[in-house]
């Protein structure tokens, strides 16, 4: 007796009161998949508990749920969020709903809820919950949604919706068919509270109210308190809340109607934009390569011209050798750490010592006199200021408040990356600090990285301009990451292309491929997105198609033609004989050579390859020497030799190692992946044309159709779990081999596409129309990896030809050289289209002035994806302090971009 007197006390003790959660959903399944609905509880004292509960159905497509939740005097609940999930057999989340806008709900344990839901996708209106969109048009940032204590009643529906189409002034009300609800009388709406974030919610007192209710939403101005507009369609209904057969809402329930977004038309928001990275950027003040101060001069221009996004490449370290190698933007040793460059050297005033200042001053006017930004010699000046600069100012910086508080929230990646670079001390460095103050600079040197980016970025928000970054496919195969998480990264295999327009070996990027299947690459991506987004408030994409699959080349080769796609399905010996084709592994898979395909590469050195890298084999066959059976081992034994025979033997040997049919998967023996183009090779005119044909069919299968719902599936989960909850606004590069699936995948994760005039992406068409582009999508003519758009002008006579009379309807020849006329129509063509964003290169924005722009559009290039050599040097040769200046220049454009209403 006294044992259960005890546990009644603790019972009396510890709870207050039991509410009741009840969850409905109508969602179709497949076979083996569960719908579970994760609930997470906050007390008022910060502890949060999450359950993951399996939801029941009897059909697959209708789901309930019915939970009891106990609260404590210790602990009481201050409120609760949930969201929905699919799960297969194992528990492994297969889809899980939008959730940016988190339903949330203050928690009353004298009440039970009943929430009626639909599934939440992705909304059409994405771009507006972005942090882009908020900038542009001067809203609140980083709002919360706040689960507000609304009163509640004997009887309440709580009615809640999302509306991210109202504009600044505007707020939101309710009006229905039933007097509790204004009885359709548009004097006698009901105001909504703002719980952020976009949403709004009402609570209406319904205790003598019977159901079915219908309702619409509406909006209201603030200044005048009046009407402006009704939501459009239908009325919307509480018929389906509960069940058919109950008429009212049951004493103490909350009956929660939260459905689909605000049903009105948002106004179209469209944006013009340049893109221009850091280091080409030029100003009096900087020291031979753009710094994070002329970004912030850049954003003065962007509001003078109307244009609403500035757009650069990335601006993470790349420094291993201290060589132009470095100046590879995309060969990053941190997805964290700033590149030193981007140092704004005169924010710090002058160093004590007035002679390295008159030195340093000599050496600026130096290296600004340089028609492009010298890497080598930036590098050596920059890295002696720096060291000068840390000497004087280094403690007082490091001892600093702001210092040691950024310290704490970064140090995760910051003392390992510190770390990284002593350990390079070995190898060429800049500066010659002892390992403790090589360490403390680092830190001094991200910290002012930091802040300076930061304030160029606060700047912008400020003038209502969105600063656009981009995230590289990869990381250096010697890099912090790799040493700090290997288990990311297949460090076996290098990222790459497959053969294309721009290089028909494919392109070898060198860096090591992610693996997927570790658990911990999704919070290190978000880790990165959450850093990134102090800075940006949208991104590129870099290589989107590496989310659905990458082109993965084995570590001891040179070119990409020797890759395969990853994921994949490789084909087994059954399959392959399937389509036909009988295999014969070793004729198959190792390289085909004979003594006509020698003299074919090797002419007259055809003898000195057979006796020097061959071995002869049975039926007429070669073998390569163990010692050259690998591209990177014959790089190895040409390197330094560089005249005309070394070269041709080189590239000759390069082509008979990538002379193979199939290629072995590296993670799945007896598993094969066709190599690509190798239709084009002497190993395929071995074969008879019966196998020629079964190859082609087996071919075709492969590369179009094979893969197509597989890698969809995987970009969805992929793309969804990296980038599904951010606030920047996704832009992706889909440019190169796109299979069906891509268009789709993007369109339904609202991720914008990249659309260019002169790369369509349908077959049997040289251009595209730019009335055809998607809404969803940045509009460009050229990238960093292209032709500006007056070299490309120059380049092809007969494409531009056919260019100048199909896209701009002109007769008779067009000019050898881009008039600035042409060049302003087709901007304007551009500018008119649908795509949300026109982002257009800064070369390209200054080819319709005759006088601004550079005399030679050779030196505008800034990369070429063919050379791996190529130095990343292109500086613009006007100040921004000139372009700021260029009056009649800056009116144009900004009437422009007016006139196309990409300004508003």
Not at 886 to 903: E, F, L, Q, W
């Amino acid at each position: 007796m006294h044992y259960v007197i005890g546990i009644i006390s603790y019972l009396c003790t510890k709870i207050v009161m039991i509410m009741k959660l009840k969850f409905t959903i109508h969602y179709g399944t497949q076979w083996g998949e569960s719908l579970h609905v994760v609930v997470s509880y906050l007390s008022s004292d910060g502890t949060r508990k999450t359950a993951n509960l399996l939801m029941l159905t009897d059909d697959g497509s209708f789901w309930t749920l019915e939970t009891s939740v106990v609260e404590s005097r210790q602990h009481p609940m201050e409120s609760f969020s949930y969201h929905y999930q699919v799960e297969d057999e194992e528990g492994h989340v297969l889809r899980r709903e939008w959730t940016m806008i988190p339903r949330t709900y203050h928690f009353d344990t004298s009440k039970n809820y009943v929430l009626s839901d639909l599934w939440r996708d992705i909304p059409i209106q994405y771009h507006l919950y972005s942090s882009a969109y908020i900038t542009t048009k001067g809203l609140v940032r980083d709002e919360q949604v706040n689960p507000l204590r609304m009163p509640l009643y004997r009887k309440t529906i709580l009615f809640r919706v999302s509306a991210p189409q109202l504009l600044k002034g505007q707020s939101l009300a309710i009006v229905g068919s039933h007097p509790a609800l204004g009885d359709w009388n548009a004097a006698r709406y009901l105001r909504m509270e703002y719980l952020g974030q976009y949403d709004w919610m009402l609570s209406v007192n319904v205790d003598a109210v019977l159901l079915p209710l219908e309702y619409k939403y509406v909006i209201i101005d603030d200044a005048t308190n009046t009407l402006v507009t009704w939501e459009e369609g239908d009325n919307r209904t509480t018929d389906g809340l509960l069940p058919p057969d109950i008429t009212a809402v049951p004493d103490g329930t909350v009956l929660v109607a939260y459905g689909e977004n605000l049903r009105i038309k948002e106004q179209t928001w469209r944006a013009a934009g340049v893109v221009v990275p850091v280091f080409s950027l030029r100003s009096d003040s900087s020291y031979g390569v753009g710094d994070f101060g002329d970004l912030r001069r850049l954003v003065d221009w962007a509001v003078l011209t109307g244009m609403k996004v500035i757009q650069i490449l990335p601006v993470n370290d790349t420094s291993t050798s201290h060589s132009w190698s470095d100046s590879y933007p995309y060969n990053i040793v941190s997805a964290f750490a700033l590149h030193p460059h981007y140092l704004d050297l005169e924010a710090f005033g002058s160093l004590k010592s007035k002679t390295k200042m008159t030195a340093y001053h000599r050496q600026r006017r130096e290296l600004n006199a340089i028609g492009y930004s010298d890497y080598e010699a930036v590098d050596r000046v920059k890295a002696a200021f720096i060291d000068d600069l840390f000497e004087e100012r280094g403690k007082q910086t490091l001892d600093s408040e702001a210092f040691r508080s950024w310290f704490e929230a970064n140090r995760d990646w910051l003392e390992p990356y510190a770390q990284w670079l002593s350990s390079q001390s070995s190898q060429s460095s800049p500066t010659s600090l002892s390992s403790q103050s090589s360490l403390a600079r680092t830190f001094f040197l991200q910290y002012h990285l930091h802040l300076q980016l930061k304030a160029a970025a606060d700047y912008a928000r400020s003038k209502g301009i969105i600063l656009k970054g981009d995230i590289p496919i990869g990381v250096n195969f010697d890099s912090v990451e790799t040493k700090m998480h290997p288990a990311l990264f297949n460090l076996d295999s290098q990222t790459g292309a497959p053969p294309d327009a721009f290089s028909q070996n494919g392109q070898n990027w060198g860096f090591p491929t992610y693996n997927w299947s570790d658990r911990s690459i999704v919070p290190w991506w978000h880790r990165r997105l959450e850093w990134m987004a102090q800075y940006f408030d949208a991104f590129r994409i870099d290589h989107v198609l590496g989310f659905f699959r990458i082109w993965e080349v084995p570590v001891d080769a040179i070119f990409g033609i020797l890759g395969h796609f990853s994921p994949a399905l490789p084909l087994t010996v059954g399959e392959i004989e399937y389509f036909g084709l009988p295999f014969r592994k070793d004729f198959m898979t190792r390289p085909f050579i004979n003594d006509r395909v020698i003299e074919r590469l090797f002419g007259i050195h055809a003898q000195f390859v057979k006796e020097n890298f061959l071995l002869a084999r049975s039926y007429g066959l070669y073998d390569l020497k163990a010692e050259y059976n690998t591209q990177r081992k014959v790089r190895d034994h040409f390197e330094g030799r560089n005249d005309e025979n070394s070269l041709w033997i080189r590239d000759g040997l390069y082509r008979l190692i990538s002379g193979v049919l199939f290629l072995e998967d590296p993670r799945q023996p007896d598993m094969y992946h066709p190599r690509i183009g190798i239709y084009n090779e002497p190993v395929f005119d071995a074969l008879t044309n019966e196998e020629k044909d079964a190859f082609m069919r087996l071919y075709n299968n492969f590369f179009y159709q094979r893969h197509n719902f597989f890698w969809g599936a995987e970009a969805i989960r992929r793309l969804t779990d990296v980038f599904g909850q951010t606030r920047m606004l996704c832009c992706a590069e889909d440019l190169g081999m796109l299979p069906d699936c891509v268009a789709p995948v993007l369109d339904s994760l609202r991720i914008l596409t990249l659309e260019i005039q002169s790369m369509p992406k349908q077959n049997g068409y040289e251009f595209t129309h730019l009335d055809g582009n998607p809404y969803r999508s940045v509009a460009t003519f050229s990238t960093h990896d292209m032709s500006p758009l007056r070299l490309w002008w120059e380049e092809s006579p007969e494409r531009t030809q056919r260019y100048y009379v199909t896209m701009l309807q002109k007769q008779g020849r067009a000019p050898e050289h881009l008039p600035a006329h042409l060049a302003e129509e087709i901007i304007a063509r551009h500018l008119y289209c649908p795509s949300m964003l026109c982002m257009l290169s800064l070369q390209d924005w200054l080819a319709m002035d005759g006088e601004l722009r550079f005399k030679n559009p050779r030196e505008e290039r800034i990369n070429v994806p063919s050379d791996p050599y190529n130095h990343w040097k292109y500086r613009m040769h006007l100040t921004i302090d000139y372009l700021l200046k260029a009056d009649k220049y800056n009116n144009k454009v900004r009437t422009m971009i007016t006139r196309s209403r990409r300004s508003e």
